[in-house]
């Protein structure tokens, strides 16, 4: 059973640059969401979904772009990279968006913009 | 805006030891709390889940409990072992179906063989 599957596991990339961070659970979750982790400021929620095709913004949403397309599949896209967005990213699912069930997360995707 | 406070931020206790680990919340109307383990250079696993109509939760040595008159947690670990080392933290759920998790910033525990 593979849960929440994160990639890459480490990036670097230069400002200005975009990518896609790729997150997949093979759980039949309905929600799906994704964190960063700074030193000093904890997690913080960057956008999350609660089924295919509904996705809405977290606290941090600025720079990052989102789609759910398919229960498995929740891709976070870096628009233009900034230093600023230099954090350990996490996806993370649960069965029911209602908070009843246990939040499962990924290994985690540690990106650095220089 | 919510916010959550743990404390201690580190700890370190001798092997055999019971420990208490509390979490804090701004807004004390908290309708689910999740308490965490993450070790380093990994994700979070989902340790202890209090739901809106409960008050405490137990699995193995782990207990957690939630005051929601307060808005305060308290995670209990007995017994400690080495293997318990790692960071712990407390989220929780300020709204009923907003599944927006307010994560504390963690304790750091080290149990000393």
């Known amino acids: 059973n593979a849960g929440v599957t994160q990639t890459p596991k480490f990036q670097v990339l230069k400002t200005g640059q975009s990518m896609t961070l790729q997150c997949a659970q093979d759980?039949?979750?309905?929600?799906m969401s994704w964190y960063r982790q700074d030193p000093g400021m904890g997690l913080r929620l960057i956008h999350y979904?609660?089924?295919?095709?509904?996705?809405d913004q977290g606290e941090v949403p600025n720079g990052y772009n989102v789609s759910r397309s398919t229960t498995e599949d929740f891709p976070l896209r870096l628009l233009s990279a900034a230093p600023s967005q230099t954090s350990v990213y996490f996806c993370?699912?649960?069965?029911?968006?209602?908070?009843?069930?246990?939040?499962?997360f990924g290994n985690g995707t540690r990106l650095t913009v220089t | 805006k919510q916010e959550v406070t743990q404390i201690p931020a580190a700890l370190s206790v001798p092997e055999g030891e019971n420990l208490v680990l509390n979490c804090s919340f701004t807004?004390?109307?908290?309708?689910?709390l999740q308490w965490f383990r993450q070790d380093p250079g990994k994700g979070l696993t989902s340790l202890l889940l209090?739901?809106?109509?409960?008050r405490e939760q137990t699995s193995g040595r782990l207990n957690a409990s939630l005051d929601k008159s307060s808005g305060r947690s308290t995670l209990y670990i007995a017994a400690s072992q080495p293997g318990d080392s790692a960071t712990y933290l407390c989220?929780?759920?300020?709204?009923?179906?907003?599944?927006?998790?307010?994560f504390g910033k963690g304790t750091k525990l080290s149990v000393i063989p």
């Open positions: 209090i739901q809106s109509s409960q």
């Open positions: 993370a699912s649960s069965y029911s968006y209602e908070g009843d069930s246990p939040l499962h």
């Open positions: 807004d004390s109307a908290i309708y689910n």
């Open positions: 979904s609660v089924g295919a095709g509904i996705t």
């Open positions: 759980m039949n979750h309905e929600y």
């Open positions: 989220a929780g759920e300020s709204g009923a179906g907003s599944y927006q998790l307010t």
